[in-house]
């Protein structure tokens, strides 16, 4: 690739500063760009500053320029908005995920190509390949750091402007570069979870903006076994936090039932009310623009850092998608998407309904 001008985003972690120190080995001109994404000044969760201070550190060691962007407003707007109403619906939605298609690969994009950037590139665990005048997004080498399920909603605007430095490369590689170029982030710690959640309980955080609804948990049969705090701050397949007593297997949430404001639990991981041979998906996104054929085999995960399921996608439309497996799947979600896959290549997917 001839010498382009490549705007990185920069988080502060070895992932990040690894591909901007990867480009410039390759001869490029890069810029480094920080965002902001999360406004809060009495928030200690989300360390945005010491985040910033670690990027300032990396581009001195590197001698590249570094911008901080603010896309706070962006970020309320496109995704935290969306993040709560799909929670209050009692849906478990994926911010991550929209994340990068509206502020990681839009806002920040735009920006850079503002800035008079050829492409853009980030830290993310993943492939590109052109074939036949369109990009292919490929499972990243490393199969445990895989990030391409967050992606799929990319197009191919998007897709033709990117690079993807890491995607052909080990975790423990990433490290081993930053360590032998003395970068003074080398051994931090991979960031977990949403910067505005931080590590605070997800309960806590959400009870801020989605006052407590309290109502009961109930087995299938109908007995009452423990109170909830709020439909919204459970998920499909939680086990934690439920505070039920007594003897015998953990209990699960399996189901909610909005109308009468009642928690469905189960005991027992293989408790079969916790498994679902099909799915509906909806706001579907194709990174090829069309979509996959019907009752092909494909591979599917309906969360991040699921195996790849074989399933069948029987019917589709403009609305959606039904696609039904092989075999049972766990605690499919409402809310998280599916991503669909043809062995390496991850075509998209859609909205869990």
């Given at each position: 690739?001839?010498?382009?001008?490549?705007?990185?985003?920069?988080?502060?972690?070895?992932?990040?500063?690894?591909?901007?120190?990867?480009?410039?080995?390759?001869?490029?001109?890069?810029?480094?760009?920080?965002?902001?994404?999360?406004?809060?000044?009495?928030?200690?969760?989300?360390?945005?500053?010491?985040?910033?201070?670690?990027?300032?550190?990396?581009?001195?060691?590197?001698?590249?320029?570094?911008?901080?962007?603010?896309?706070?407003?962006?970020?309320?707007?496109?995704?935290?908005?969306?993040?709560?109403?799909?929670?209050?619906?009692?849906?478990?939605?994926?911010?991550?995920?929209?994340?990068?298609?509206?502020?990681?690969?839009?806002?920040?994009?735009?920006?850079?190509?503002?800035?008079?950037?050829?492409?853009?590139?980030?830290?993310?665990?993943?492939?590109?390949?052109?074939?036949?005048?369109?990009?292919?997004?490929?499972?990243?080498?490393?199969?445990?750091?895989?990030?391409?399920?967050?992606?799929?909603?990319?197009?191919?605007?998007?897709?033709?402007?990117?690079?993807?430095?890491?995607?052909?490369?080990?975790?423990?590689?990433?490290?081993?570069?930053?360590?032998?170029?003395?970068?003074?982030?080398?051994?931090?710690k991979d960031s977990t979870g949403i910067?505005?959640?931080?590590?605070?309980?997800?309960?806590?955080?959400?009870?801020?903006?989605?006052?407590?609804?309290?109502?009961?948990?109930?087995?299938?049969?109908?007995?009452?076994?423990?109170?909830?705090?709020?439909?919204?701050?459970?998920?499909?397949?939680?086990?934690?936090?439920?505070?039920?007593?007594?003897?015998?297997?953990?209990?699960?949430?399996?189901?909610?039932?909005?109308?009468?404001?009642?928690?469905?639990?189960?005991?027992?991981?293989?408790?079969?009310?916790?498994?679902?041979?099909?799915?509906?998906?909806?706001d579907l996104s194709w990174i090829g623009?069309?979509?996959?054929?019907?009752?092909?085999?494909?591979?599917?995960?309906?969360?991040?850092?699921?195996?790849?399921?074989?399933?069948?996608?029987?019917?589709?439309?403009?609305?959606?998608?039904?696609?039904?497996?092989?075999?049972?799947?766990?605690?499919?979600?409402?809310?998280?998407?599916?991503?669909?896959?043809?062995?390496?290549?991850?075509?998209?997917?859609?909205?869990?309904?």
């Open positions: 690739m001839p010498r382009q001008r490549i705007v990185v985003g920069m988080s502060g972690g070895v992932d990040s500063s690894v591909a901007v120190l990867l480009l410039q080995r390759q001869g490029h001109e890069v810029i480094g760009l920080f965002m902001k994404n999360w406004e809060d000044e009495a928030d200690e969760h989300c360390p945005a500053k010491q985040d910033f201070l670690d990027v300032l550190a990396v581009a001195d060691k590197l001698g590249i320029e570094v911008e901080a962007v603010n896309f706070a407003r962006e970020y309320r707007e496109r995704v935290f908005s969306y993040f709560l109403e799909e929670h209050r619906s009692g849906r478990t939605p994926n911010p991550d995920v929209l994340c990068n298609a509206e502020i990681k690969f839009k806002a920040f994009l735009d920006h850079a190509l503002g800035l008079g950037a050829d492409r853009i590139a980030t830290g993310h665990y993943a492939r590109l390949r052109e074939r036949d005048g369109l990009f292919q997004l490929l499972k990243a080498e490393d199969g445990t750091k895989d990030q391409s399920y967050f992606l799929y909603r990319l197009n191919q605007a998007q897709l033709s402007k990117t690079l993807f430095p890491l995607g052909g490369l080990y975790k423990r590689e990433v490290r081993a570069i930053a360590r032998e170029a003395g970068l003074p982030n080398f051994g931090k910067c505005f959640i931080g590590e605070r309980p997800f309960r806590e955080f959400l009870s801020r903006y989605l006052p407590k609804q309290p109502g009961e948990m109930r087995t299938p049969e109908g007995r009452t076994v423990g109170r909830h705090q709020g439909l919204m701050y459970y998920t499909i397949g939680q086990r934690h936090g439920l505070g039920i007593g007594g003897q015998g297997e953990p209990w699960f949430v399996a189901g909610k039932d909005m109308e009468h404001n009642v928690l469905r639990v189960v005991q027992g991981h293989h408790h079969p009310l916790l498994y679902r041979d099909r799915l509906t998906a909806r623009g069309a979509a996959p054929r019907a009752r092909w085999v494909y591979g599917a995960k309906t969360r991040y850092r699921q195996a790849d399921a074989p399933c069948c996608i029987s019917s589709l439309d403009r609305d959606g998608c039904h696609v039904e497996f092989a075999q049972p799947q766990w605690a499919v979600t409402p809310g998280q998407s599916v991503v669909l896959y043809e062995s390496e290549v991850c075509l998209g997917g859609g909205i869990i309904q």
